[in-house]
């Protein structure tokens, strides 16, 4: 069964750089949302699209944009990277309000 | 706001026990509550969801067991093997509209040979 795909798996950028991170959801899956884990620590919501329109808002940085295509992948767009935006994203989809399944993650080091 | 708490934080157990995870929310107003398995530095497998209608859910030897007015929720795993050891998370969706998962910290099981 197809699942959801995260690229890239692994990125490493230098502080104030920019970094974009891609989303492709399970077909047929209609919402995206996006987590941030950082070392040792739970996943945290960061942001949720339904039908390519943000459906819910978590701690996401302003810093932070993202947005939902016509295709319902998903791109994060983090810019003036620091330090401690080092972590693990993920994302989710799943059909209106259905079970949400995870992908693999990108893995973030900002040097 | 919600909290999730998990108790215990680790657990190390000889293969072959039975073994029991906690976790409690402080918001009895669920949409539902899933349990996750991550392996270390690898994504989020999804194991069990109870919606806040149901009192339980099974799945080969895992059963988790959701009571919404005591706000918790326990992971039963049976008969554990090394091959169970990773993090386990609970994660609960809110009622109202919203969709996002509120995750506690998780459990670190290690079941040893």
């Known amino acids: 069964a197809a699942g959801v795909i995260q690229s890239p798996r692994h990125l490493i950028k230098e502080k104030r750089e920019t970094a974009t991170l891609k989303c492709y959801p399970i077909?047929?899956?209609?919402?995206v949302y996006w987590y941030q884990q950082g070392p040792g620590q739970d996943p945290q919501f960061l942001i949720s699209f339904y039908e390519k329109m943000q459906s819910d808002k978590g701690s996401i940085p302003d810093r932070f944009s993202a947005q939902q295509f016509s295709d319902y992948h998903s791109e994060l767009n983090m810019s003036s990277l620091e330090l401690g935006d080092s972590a693990l994203y993920f994302c989710?989809?799943?059909?209106?309000?259905?079970?949400?399944?995870f992908g693999p993650g990108t893995r973030l080091l900002v040097l | 706001k919600q909290e999730v708490t998990q108790i215990p934080a680790a657990l190390s157990v000889p293969e072959g026990e039975n073994l029991v995870l906690n976790c409690s929310f402080t918001?009895?107003?669920?949409?539902?509550l899933q349990w996750f398995r991550q392996d270390p530095g690898k994504g989020l497998t999804s194991l069990l969801l109870i919606q806040s209608s149901q009192r339980e859910q099974t799945s080969g030897r895992l059963n988790a067991s959701l009571d919404k007015s005591s706000g918790r929720s326990t992971l039963y795993i049976a008969a554990s093997q090394p091959g169970d050891s990773a993090t386990y998370l609970c994660a609960v969706r809110g009622q109202g509209g919203s969709e996002k998962l509120v995750f506690g910290k998780g459990t670190k099981l290690t079941v040893n040979p």
């Open positions: 077909p047929r899956h209609d919402t």
């Open positions: 918001d009895s107003a669920i949409y539902n």
């Open positions: 989710a989809s799943s059909r209106y309000q259905e079970t949400q399944y």
